[in-house]
């Protein structure tokens, strides 16, 4: 099992930044990729940025030259830096994490919101 918890959602203008952190407990070994998902009111679940082990970063093509992710292994924590936050933005802020044990197990943590204010 592997549990997910975020911080660090939050209110912010236009053209503003936030630092979204996910930090994974339990069997978090086998797990082969993890990043962050959003969802926004009436929309689909869609990806933000995943990292992979032993691959680079894969950024959806609306946050990219916007949004950071990185990974601390040491904390087993994963964080979403995000710049030049526009209204579209805001949505519920989900961490992601898949396991690898034979099959492939998913985790979601509960979610963050993100509110850009124009």
């Known amino acids: 099992q592997v549990q997910l918890v975020e911080s660090g959602g939050g209110l912010v203008q236009t053209g503003g930044s936030l630092r979204l952190a996910c930090a994974a407990s339990g069997s978090t070994g086998s797990i082969d990729t993890i990043g962050w998902y959003r969802q926004a009111p009436g929309k689909q679940r869609e990806l933000v940025a995943v990292?992979?082990?032993?691959?680079?970063?894969n950024y959806a093509d609306s946050v990219k030259n916007r949004f950071s992710i990185s990974r601390d292994n040491a904390k087993n924590t994963v964080y979403l830096q995000m710049n030049s936050l526009k209204p579209e933005d805001t949505a519920v802020y989900y961490c992601?994490?898949?396991?690898?044990?034979?099959?492939?197990?998913?985790?979601w943590g509960q979610g963050t919101q993100v509110t850009v204010s124009s």
């Open positions: 990292i992979s082990s032993g691959g680079g970063p």
């Open positions: 992601y994490a898949r396991r690898k044990a034979g099959v492939f197990y998913v985790y």
